[in-house]
């Protein structure tokens, strides 16, 4: 739990799902003071520890949100105002019952590109991630996002 809270500290930009020789399926996290770190547990484990730290129900807030965007899949997760994470597709899984979806924090996205190798998530400190949705979805999730922010707000009276 310690490492959570220090990661929420450093400013968790992203979490994703990545495979590392030996270990697997683990997450790595990407934070704007310290770039990258790597957790051995799945980015649901993670996103779970995360949840316990702000003391948050994952399913009622998909629930919750859910319902207000329209959606069941793909909810994003609002820890607190400034901690708002956008789920966008990272990778195709391998074996089942693995993650294909990394969480980025929609305070630190600068922008979203289509290059000709794919499409990309720009964070701040001009980080780019590949992800493997359309330009078109990316913008959708991150406009989900917006709105659950926005609820999120009006909801604490931030």
């Known amino acids: 739990m310690d490492s959570i809270e ?18 697997g399926n683990c997450t790595k996290v ?8 790597y957790l051995f547990k799945s980015v649901k484990t993670v996103l779970k520890n995360m949840a316990k730290f702000y003391a948050l129900d994952l399913m009622a807030s998909r ?11 793909t909810v994003p997760i609002p820890f607190d105002s400034e901690n708002i994470f956008v789920p966008l597709k ?6 089942k019952n693995d993650g294909s979806f ?4 929609l305070k ?16 701040e400190g001009n ?16 406009r989900h996002g917006e709105i659950v922010k926005r609820v999120y707000d009006k909801k604490h009276m931030v």
């Open 108 to 123: 630190f996205i600068y922008d979203i590109k289509e290059e000709k190798s794919g499409v990309y998530i720009i964070l």
């Open 127 to 142: 980080i780019k991630v590949r992800i493997n949705q359309t330009l078109k979805t990316a913008y959708k999730h991150i």
């Open 63 to 73: 629930e919750y949100y859910g319902k207000i965007i329209g959606i069941s899949n």
């Open 102 to 105: 990394g969480y980025f924090n």
């Open 6 to 23: 220090k990661l929420f500290k450093d400013g968790i930009m992203a979490i994703m799902p990545i495979y590392i020789d030996m270990y």
């Open 30 to 37: 990407i934070t704007l003071k310290t770039q990258e770190n």
């Open 90 to 95: 990272v990778r195709k899984p391998i074996f």
